[in-house]
């Protein structure tokens, strides 16, 4: 008896795994929409309005979309070089930059490292977590090559450019230029450009309005990438 319930067990997995498998593909959102359409808000802008309510704050919540053409090329170029130098490449996952980090996150025990090309920071950005677990990792790629078969490369970076944290309550290039340097999005040069690609990261710790040595570090890297600095490109890695 002992083993034929073994064996009926063993039958049922793949036949399980394949069920949740399908229901967790079935269940992600359509991105097709976001192909004419501005998404109203995102899963990380509603996680910060109900932690805001849950601390007893008033939510807080400054985001100015503008298009494509309304982004400054430096601003443009620093973002990519910062966080996906290879955007223009790939088709939503770097497999390279992704095993390096699986092959960190493993010999450490934990998954604390990056290797999010854009378009998955996107996808997070949209509809999931910042939870760091496979489950969610695994959806966060699929959704990724979702975007990237569906939307134009410009439009995924008009997007992300538009609904990412840049401070607390900050959402987008055009709030966050007009918080931090009192211009618009279309004229910033290298200088605030690399300032602001740099605080990406981590955003509510690297504040543009007031540097950390962290972020000046991280914008003098990003300015010599840009080539807009004479040193000669450093050959150290951005910190994370």
Known sequence: MTGRYVWRTVVALPAIAFALITYAYVTLPDVRPLKTMNPPTSAFIELRLDEARAQGRAPRRLQRWVSYNHVSTDLKRAVLLAEDAAFWQHEGVD????QESFEHDWARGRFVRGGSTITQQLAKNLYLSPSKNPVRKLRELVIARRL????????????????IEWGDGIYGAEAASRVYFGVPASTLGPTESALLAGAIVNPRLLNPARPSRRLLRRQELILRRMGAITPPESSAQLER
């Open 95 to 98: 497999f390279e930059q992704l």
């Open 148 to 163: 990237e078969a569906e939307l134009k490369k410009s439009r995924i970076l008009e997007v992300y450019l538009n609904v």
